[in-house]
């Protein structure tokens, strides 16, 4: 019975030692994917393959398969890895530092939000005062026309709904600067200031005859409208980070207030040079 035993033993461990020399097939796939088993046949499009302890046969597209490495140690190589294929407007590494560099000290003014009265209105007027300021004060900058500004946006078909889809980092590439100057200005009616004027003329028919004398006396007023204005300024440099960001109320409220509000907060800006 020991014998038995013994010689079933030995039968077992052979079995394993077999099996353990037994290498299979690998088939790997461009997808990474790796497939254990034996490859049955290599045909002129696939080969056929089973896994390992299955009978059913795979037919498997060479298309698919990068290579093969047999029990053998043999390596058959069908397809070469894929590589990430460059960004369709990718520049080369070259012309993005170039272009980084043509950003330098560049700064445009996007078109200022302007609300009055609640309702939507045109701002190009407040960009081009903003403009001729920053223009005057603009020391190692170069400070894009509002014209052009515009025009490139028009171009890359970016208005002032389309707008909300960039970021900062967007539009300074688009308009290739450094920084951008973004702006809004609310003005809503409050009070009206009423002004009183006198005035009078005297009359005679004979001015030696005092009795005759007689006095006229005109009264007119003027009604002025007043604005409560308040201005939102901020600037973004090519990274989408915001480097100045200041509101204020304008202390005057006269239409054209935030003129001012605009030189004050602009004057307090990293890119006023006095």
């Given at each position: 019975?020991?014998?038995?035993?013994?010689?079933?033993?030995?039968?077992?461990?052979?079995?394993?030692?077999?099996?353990?020399?037994?290498?299979?097939?690998?088939?790997?796939?461009?997808?990474?994917?790796?497939?254990?088993?034996?490859?049955?046949?290599?045909?002129?499009?696939?080969?056929?393959?089973?896994?390992?302890g299955e009978t059913l046969v795979y037919n498997i597209k060479k298309a698919e398969i990068m290579k093969i490495t047999f029990?053998?140690?043999?390596?058959?190589?069908?397809?070469?890895?894929?590589?990430?294929?460059?960004?369709?407007?990718?520049?080369?590494?070259?012309?993005?530092?170039?272009?980084?560099?043509?950003?330098?000290?560049?700064?445009?003014?996007?078109?200022?939000?302007?609300?009055?009265?609640?309702?939507?209105?045109?701002?190009?007027?407040?960009?081009?005062?903003?403009?001729?300021?920053?223009?005057?004060?603009?020391?190692?900058?170069?400070?894009?026309?509002?014209?052009?500004?515009?025009?490139?946006?028009?171009?890359?078909?970016?208005?002032?709904?389309?707008?909300?889809?960039?970021?900062?980092?967007?539009?300074?590439?688009?308009?290739?600067?450094?920084?951008?100057?973004?702006?809004?200005?609310?003005?809503?009616?409050?009070?009206?200031?009423?002004?009183?004027?006198?005035?009078?003329?005297?009359?005679?028919?004979?001015?030696?005859?005092?009795?005759?004398?007689?006095?006229?006396?005109?009264?007119?007023g003027t009604a002025t409208q007043n604005f409560q204005t308040k201005l939102s300024l901020a600037i973004y440099n090519d990274?989408?980070?915001?480097?100045?960001?200041?509101?204020?109320?304008?202390?005057?409220?006269?239409q054209d207030a935030y003129s001012n509000t605009l030189e004050y907060l602009l004057k307090r800006s990293p890119l006023y040079?006095?």
């Amino acid at each position: 019975m020991k014998k038995l035993l013994t010689c079933l033993a030995m039968m077992l461990i052979s079995l394993y030692s077999f099996a353990q020399q037994v290498k299979n097939d690998v088939v790997l796939k461009l997808d990474g994917d790796e497939l254990v088993g034996k490859v049955l046949k290599i045909n002129n499009d696939d080969i056929e393959f089973s896994y390992t302890g299955e009978t059913l046969v795979y037919n498997i597209k060479k298309a698919e398969i990068m290579k093969i490495t047999f029990s053998s140690g043999r390596i058959q190589v069908f397809n070469k890895p894929q590589q990430a294929a460059p960004a369709q407007n990718a520049a080369p590494a070259s012309a993005d530092k170039s272009s980084l560099e043509d950003h330098h000290n560049k700064v445009a003014i996007l078109p200022f939000g302007f609300i009055r009265d609640g309702q939507p209105a045109d701002g190009e007027q407040i960009q081009n005062e903003c403009y001729s300021f920053m223009n005057k004060h603009s020391g190692v900058y170069t400070i894009l026309p509002p014209r052009t500004t515009n025009a490139l946006l028009i171009k890359a078909g970016i208005n002032s709904e389309t707008i909300k889809g960039y970021t900062m980092e967007d539009i300074c590439n688009v308009l290739g600067v450094e920084y951008v100057v973004d702006g809004l200005v609310t003005m809503n009616k409050t009070t009206q200031t009423t002004t009183q004027s006198n005035s009078g003329a005297v009359k005679s028919k004979d001015d030696d005859d005092r009795k005759d004398r007689k006095y006229n006396s005109y009264s007119y007023g003027t009604a002025t409208q007043n604005f409560q204005t308040k201005l939102s300024l901020a600037i973004y440099n090519d990274k989408g980070t915001a480097v100045y960001s200041q509101d204020r109320t304008a202390f005057w409220n006269t239409q054209d207030a935030y003129s001012n509000t605009l030189e004050y907060l602009l004057k307090r800006s990293p890119l006023y040079t006095k």
